[in-house]
């Protein structure tokens, strides 16, 4: 049987939202249907849940352009293995290799676009142009949202070949959490609250951590017993940890490093509120393409307040609490709710429990499918 090849910049071992969202594709669609070509060292080749992983350079800094590299090794496997579909995991650059290993083979190919990787070429002439022939020649265009397909469809891409395949949460497959796991994350990190929030995310600027710092600095001395527990790393730690110390919040928040999977999966269930109010990039360059990291507080029974904010209504439907990006008033008000009534908290966790159960794998991968089975 011949298979497909998904090629893709971002694959774990790396940590985000589209690399999560890639994997879980992969693992999703049978086994024998989808290899997949990732950075790494070039002489590995593991597989990893059925599915056959190459990794190999795909870039330099002594030739130009500097994914020369990647085209070379795609070219290569496309040849030998005789892939009869590609899959471009982003739009630049993966996608220009896979354009002219699609011209070179006849192999079809489809694309993955997320967000930056679209916002990024409008910037652009050259790289504008360049994207509108890569999208004009896939088989199908396939986004984690309304928002980034709306994105693709302003290059001029023909609406009915852009389709939207959400992200989705497989709780059948979470670790339960026990009352032993959950006394040993609270002392570990010492929460010790009844009302938890949590924000899970890489610390930059756009994702908001100030702005629930300031506004819960405003509200503690009419809430007391709640804590706040920021996961991630980035740029922006230094700077959030200024401000914890200026505000004086040091005994109600709680910021770690990224942990592992299981003590994360045990912080999600101890929340009772996921805060995650994303700002709009001023330079135009990045977004919050989906934000599967929502879903997951969802699966949780996690109150979630969320930004109306690029592809985020997407994620949350109408299971959140959402705000104005920016509004520090709409964030404040949302937080002194959700702290403060369970009830409207329920009400929130039941609308994410409606969600998360009609939204499967079986169901997006669909379209994937159907056109992975159509040409192997």
Request: aromatic share 6%; with cysteine.
């Amino acid at each position: 049987m011949r298979k497909s090849l998904l090629i893709t910049l971002q694959f774990p071992p790396q940590i985000g939202g589209v690399q999560t969202y890639l994997s879980e594709i992969t693992r999703h669609v049978p086994s024998e249907w989808v290899d997949v070509l990732a950075p790494g060292d070039m002489k590995q080749e593991v597989v990893e849940d059925g599915v056959r992983i190459t990794r190999a350079t795909f870039t330099t800094k002594i030739l130009w352009p500097r994914w020369i590299p990647v085209l070379f090794r795609l070219f290569a496997l496309t040849f030998q293995r005789k892939y009869s579909l590609l899959i471009a995991g982003q739009v630049l650059p993966v996608g220009i290799a896979v354009f002219i290993v699609s011209r070179l083979t006849k192999v079809p190919y489809i694309i993955f676009a997320h967000g930056m990787d679209v916002l990024i070429p409008l910037k652009s002439t050259r790289k504008r142009s360049i994207s509108q022939r890569i999208f004009k020649n896939a088989e199908r265009i396939f986004c984690p949202s309304e928002y980034s397909r709306q994105l693709v469809i302003s290059l001029g891409v023909d609406e009915t070949r852009c389709k939207v395949l959400h992200p989705c949460i497989d709780a059948s497959s979470m670790i339960r959490v026990t009352d032993d796991m959950r006394k040993s994350v609270r002392s570990r990190f010492g929460i010790r609250a009844d009302t938890v929030l949590l924000t899970v995310a890489r610390l930059v600027k756009r994702k908001g951590h100030m702005s629930v710092l300031q506004a819960l600095a405003g509200i503690r001395s009419e809430i007391p017993d709640f804590q706040y527990v920021i996961v991630g790393d980035g740029p922006m730690a230094e700077a959030i940890d200024a401000e914890i110390i200026r505000l004086r919040l040091g005994d109600i928040v709680i910021r770690t490093s990224l942990v592992d999977p299981p003590t994360l999966n045990v912080l999600y269930d101890i929340a009772d509120v996921f805060v995650l109010p994303v700002l709009p990039d001023p330079a135009g360059e990045d977004v919050e393409g989906f934000g599967i990291v929502y879903q997951e507080a969802l699966v949780h029974d996690a109150a979630v307040i969320a930004s109306d904010c690029g592809g985020v209504p997407d994620a949350v439907g109408d299971t959140a609490r959402l705000i104005n990006p920016g509004n520090m008033g709409q964030l404040t008000e949302a937080l002194k709710l959700l702290i403060t009534d369970p009830v409207e908290r329920e009400l929130l966790v039941q609308r994410g429990r409606r969600l998360i159960a009609q939204r499967t794998w079986e169901h997006e991968l669909l379209p994937l499918t159907e056109i992975i089975r159509r040409t192997i």
